[in-house]
């Protein structure tokens, strides 16, 4: 079976983080967001705007490339955040939960929040808008450009 891609679009992207903006409005106030680079930068940005959050901390934790995983190493650590108790944590998406076990020990009082999550990492994250299917990349729009792409029929044809 060919892999199974989700295109998220700018404009989806905002709408989703919006959205999860609106969630998570409730739960603040929050004394900080902290980004997960560099997936969850963005997401972080529409969110702080959307709660008026001014304070953005960022942690950075390298689990893989294009090509392979590896063990996870963080590049950089969110210091203003102490134990996040009152601060919100979001990434772009969860998938199988390597990068948000590390910041959950970082950050054991924060609350996590994705746009995106996956059911190996769903029980992983507080509060999140949009699950995909496990075996479904997510083509998000900073990794993507526009092209032609065969008809799905097409595509089964030449396998």
């Known amino acids: 079976m060919p892999p199974r891609y989700y295109t998220v679009s700018w404009d989806q992207l905002h709408r989703d983080s919006k959205a999860l903006a609106w969630r ?8 900080g967001i902290v980004a997960i ?5 963005i997401p972080a940005a529409i969110v ?4 008026d959050c001014r304070l953005i901390e960022s942690v950075s934790i390298v689990t893989y490339d294009e090509e392979k995983r590896g063990e996870p190493v963080v ?6 955040a ?5 601060w919100l944590v979001l990434d772009d998406l969860v998938d199988t ?10 950050l054991p009082k924060a609350h996590f929040a994705t746009v995106y999550a996956k059911p190996a990492g769903k029980p992983l994250v507080d509060t999140f808008i949009t699950e ?5 990349w997510i083509l998000f729009p900073w990794d993507t450009e526009a092209q032609f792409i065969a008809p799905i029929a097409k595509s089964m044809i030449q396998k």
């Not at 702080?48 to 709660?51: F, G, P, V, Y």
């Not at 939960?97 to 970082?106: E, L």
């Open 48 to 51: 702080a705007r959307e709660l």
């Open 132 to 136: 995909v299917s496990q075996d479904t």
């Open 97 to 106: 939960g390597t990068t948000a076990k590390v910041v959950r020990a970082m």
């Open 75 to 80: 590049a950089k650590h969110p210091l203003a």
């Open 82 to 86: 102490g134990d996040g108790a009152g």
């Open 37 to 41: 680079t560099r997936g969850g930068l």
């Open 24 to 31: 998570l409005i409730e739960r603040g106030p929050w004394t």
